[in-house]
């Protein structure tokens, strides 16, 4: 009969849905005072129900080795980006549509002032990816993940000046702001040097994993020539996968950073244990080679769109990412809104999740905590 898969399958997740639920319920009555943090949990998660990812800048004042942005080679530039106005209308509708959480992106977001403020003036909740080097205006009121690709000197190979520093002296003491602290092979060994900045500077610190394009990828296997732009080190460089040892040393340094500088790092052990685990983080599907479940995964009612307003196709808010390799942040954070029954198991097991959703709201709400996200 038409529609019964739909059907069968829909009925399958409410059953889920209460079976999760009626989990929920019983190990709250044996530790009733969780329920006030599980509320606290699905405030957090309501504020991530109709996210969605705006390419705001296709420039970039930085040359970082690897680039995310430009050293995707499928990337396509936009001729036709939108007026002032044209973002004004085009916020305001998305606002209209009912989007909860914006992630703006692209190359340099904080070049383009009234275009992220655009977005705060229509949507709840924001978080805005930024390598720290422009002041983002005050009145613009998202969260501010400010990239970090280690110390001073890790800077300057790997970025080609100081970023680290004007980074940290233009946010001290900024509430919106939280440094992303992107781990990689490459600077596994400055990790106290940046917590060190993070605190005399006053403000929060978390921590992502770099994760290789595939572009980057290719040329390191095919022995590409190294050239003036994104690919300026890769040839005399370890290659930018982790090995298990690399792994093991990039947990150790997260649990170490949590116990050393507690009000300035945030993060979670549970997440840590979960990121740091070796081999791919996510099920692939053999026929497509992308994973099934990834929280970043560009699908309903998770959008994707470019400067010219229009909606993209692409697989994930990184899309030229090695999903094999991937253990960038925003995907493994977000595949976590559901509780497995793994999380379930038992009170220790739900309370590590309580941690992992609230350290999810510290990191992506501004402001947090918050009184409501209705």
């Known amino acids: 009969m038409p529609g019964t898969g ?16 009626a989990r929920i319920q019983g190990l709250i009555a044996q530790a009733p005072d969780l329920q006030a943090r599980y509320e606290t949990a699905r405030k957090i998660i309501r504020a991530f129900r109709r996210p969605s990812f705006y390419e705001v800048s296709q420039k970039c004042n930085l ?6 942005y430009f050293e995707n080679d499928k990337r396509q530039v936009v001729g036709n980006e939108m007026s002032d106005d ?15 959480m914006a992630y703006l992106v692209g190359a340099e977001p904080s ?16 978080k805005i990816g930024t390598n720290g080097t422009v002041v983002i205006p005050r009145d613009i009121s998202f969260r501010i993940g400010i990239s970090v690709w280690g110390n001073e000197t890790d800077d300057a190979v790997l970025r080609g000046g100081s970023v680290l520093r004007k980074a940290m002296r ?20 400055s990790v ?17 994993m770099y994760s290789a394009t595939t572009s980057y990828l290719a ?44 009000d300035t790092v945030i993060f979670s052990a ?45 697989k994930c808010c990184t899309p030229d990412v090695d999903c094999n390799h991937c253990r960038l942040y925003s995907g493994s954070w977000s595949k976590l809104f559901k509780p497995t029954q793994k999380h379930l198991a038992d009170q220790g097991s739900f309370e590590g999740w309580l941690s992992m959703i609230e350290t999810i709201g510290q990191i992506f709400l501004y402001p947090f905590p918050f009184e409501s996200t209705a």
């Not at 040359?63 to 995310?68: I, K, L, M, S």
């Not at 095919?222 to 370890?238: E, N, Q, V």
């Open 219 to 262: 040329k390191l296997t095919a022995g590409t020539a190294a050239d003036s732009k994104y690919f300026r080190l890769g040839p005399s460089l370890a290659r930018a996968v982790f090995t298990d040892a690399d792994l093991a040393k990039a947990h150790e340094a997260m649990l170490d950073a949590m116990q050393r500088y507690p």
């Open 170 to 189: 233009n946010y001290t003491g900024d509430p919106r702001a939280v440094m992303l602290f992107t781990l990689s092979p490459w600077n596994l060994d």
């Open 192 to 208: 106290g040097d940046v917590l060190k900045a993070a605190e005399d500077h006053d403000v929060k610190l978390t921590f992502s």
């Open 6 to 21: 739909q059907n069968l399958l829909a009925d399958t997740t409410v059953k889920l849905a209460r079976q999760t639920n």
């Open 63 to 68: 040359w970082c080795e690897g680039c995310y």
């Open 86 to 100: 044209g973002w004004d209308a085009f916020f305001a509708a998305e606002d209209d549509r009912g989007v909860s």
């Open 111 to 126: 070049l383009y002032p009234h275009r992220l403020r655009a977005a705060t003036k229509n949507i709840r909740y924001g």
């Open 270 to 314: 549970e997440y840590a244990d979960l990121i740091t685990r070796p081999g791919p983080l996510y099920d692939m599907d053999p026929e497509t080679g992308l994973p099934l479940d990834c929280g970043s995964r560009i699908r309903d009612p998770l959008r994707y769109f470019d400067t010219a307003g229009t909606q993209k196709q692409v």
